[in-house]
Each structure stands twice: as structure tokens, then as C-alpha cells.
């Protein structure tokens, strides 16, 4: 079945209209001139290509290329590219674009955020980050493997690593004074060296199977740590990994993954 480009594009902005965008005017200038964009389109072919290419309503082509809105994980997204990236070349573009729309906040979830933001690693690679009202931080895309301290100014109490981590860098959380509680995926196989380094109010930390290394100085000198699984896919645990963790419960680690013998120093 077909359907008119305006009855088209209206669709598409009823759904993302109370999604959250940098720039709303851009919403409103596509809402403007809706009911009077020509042409018969098929569902799945390229909706913001095709407009960019309409006549007569100068200024469209800026707007979609200008449409950047933020997604659940905190990442950044242009419109235009999100549907070209999400399939819509493919048979089924249209079903792979409304699922991809699902994933962009609602302007009442990006009111909880204090702060949204990137951070590009000197390796070109990004992390994103979010930080709730409520004091939890979630963080997606990637973590630097250098020797270098991720940075933020906003207070929280809780870190959620997303799924899709694969690495937790050296340094990467260190001395982290207002942390409480951390929360990796199966993604991550390992946590490099110091990356908990002095985080001495942190207190529980949830592991998951696919953890496979826990490197040196990991969770050195977290003095308040109580509480951390050892999930069974833990294959080692290098020197000092816990040392000054007292609290912890004798022989919570056993003691073959325990190769240098010095994981509590």
C-alpha cells in the first residue's frame, strides 16, 4: 500500500514529535508544511532523502540534516543518519526505522538527566554518558584502554556500565570519593589496572559472567567495599587487586584464581 509523502512524513512526525530534540523549531518547520508535501512514496524507501529533494519549500533540507536528538544510551544521533543507519535501503526499512525511533528519549526522560554528554578518547574512540537526577551514571560506546581518569562534575552515587563495554581501562574510575555502587556487564572480560583505585565509599559491586580478568590495583585501597560476586567465568585475579578491602569476607576469592598469591596484598 502507498501512501501520499505527507501522509507519510505526518506519520513519522507523530511519532517523534514528544521525543527529545536539541532543536524543536526543526520539528515544528516539518509540521508547518506536512499536509502539503506532493508525491506517492512506498513505505521503507529513504523519507528524509526524498524530502531533501522536494521543491518549493526552501530550507526542508537544513532542517532534516539539523534534526539531532538524544537516545536512551545518551548517544547523539542526526536523524537523517539514524534512518539511513537503521536499514532504510533495506526491504524491511520502514519496521527498522519505527523500532530505532523507540530508542530515542522522550523529552519527560531527558528532564531526569542532569547532564548528557561524549567524551572522545585520544584514540578517536567515544564514550557516552548519562547522569540521572537520581544520582546513577550510565555510561555506552567505549572505554578508553590508557592511563586515563574519566572526568565529570556532576555528583552521583551509582556507575552502570552498559552492555557492549568490552574493557574497563586503567585509571578509567579511580578515586571516585562520591561512588557507592558499580554494576558491569557480561560484555566486559576485564577491568584494567587501578580502575577502582581508592574509591573509598564504594561498597557493593555487581559482576557478571563474561568477567574473565581483574587487573592489578583494581579495587585497591576501596576500604568500604562489602560486597562484590566472583562470577564463575573469572579466570584471574593479578597482585593487589583488593588490597586494603578488609571488609570483604575472608576467602570470598578462591584461591587458584589467586595466582601471584598477593591479591589482598
Not at 521543491?55 to 536512551?72: L, N, R, V, W
Not at 524491511?92 to 519527560?108: C, H, P, Q, S, Y
Not at 562470577?231 to 576467602?251: H, I, M, N, R
Amino acid at each position: 500500500m502507498t501512501m501520499t509523502q505527507a501522509e507519510f512524513t505526518k506519520k513519522i512526525y507523530n511519532i517523534i514529535k514528544d521525543k527529545a530534540f536539541i532543536s524543536n523549531f526543526h520539528l515544528s518547520a516539518i509540521a508547518e508544511v506536512v499536509e502539503e508535501l506532493p508525491t506517492e512514496i512506498v513505505p521503507g524507501k529513504v523519507l528524509f532523502d526524498g524530502m531533501m529533494q522536494l521543491d518549493g519549500f526552501e530550507g526542508i533540507e537544513d532542517d532534516i540534516q539539523q534534526m539531532h536528538a538524544y537516545t536512551k544510551d545518551g548517544v547523539t544521533v542526526n536523524l537523517e543518519d539514524y534512518y539511513t543507519d537503521n536499514g532504510a535501503f533495506d526491504d524491511d526499512g520502514w519496521d527498522r526505522f519505527i523500532k530505532a525511533l523507540g530508542n530515542l528519549m522522550t523529552v519527560e526522560e531527558y528532564n531526569n538527566f542532569v547532564e548528557v554528554a561524549d567524551i572522545e578518547w585520544p584514540n578517536g574512540t567515544i564514550a557516552h554518558y548519562l547522569i540521572t537526577r537520581d544520582g546513577v551514571m550510565h555510561i555506552s560506546g567505549d572505554l578508553w584502554d590508557g592511563d586515563i581518569k574519566f572526568e565529570t562534575t556532576y555528583p552521583f552515587h551509582e556507575l552502570v556500565i552498559e552492555e557492549g563495554i568490552t574493557e574497563i581501562g586503567n585509571f578509567n574510575f579511580s578515586e571516585w570519593d562520591q561512588l557507592e555502587e558499580v554494576t558491569i556487564p557480561p560484555s566486559v572480560e576485564e577491568i584494567g589496572r587501578a580502575a577502582f583505585l581508592k574509591c573509598q565509599n564504594l561498597k557493593r559491586v555487581n559482576l557478571a559472567e563474561g568477567l574473565k580478568v581483574i587487573g592489578p590495583d583494581a579495587f585497591g585501597g576501596c576500604k568500604a567495599l562489602e560486597r562484590i560476586n566472583i562470577p564463575k567465568s573469572l579466570k584471574e585475579v593479578w597482585e593487589y587487586a583488593f588490597q586494603g578491602c578488609d571488609k570483604l569476607p575472608v576467602g570470598i576469592l578462591p584461591g587458584e584464581l589467586d595466582r601471584s598469591g598477593l591479591a589482598f596484598g
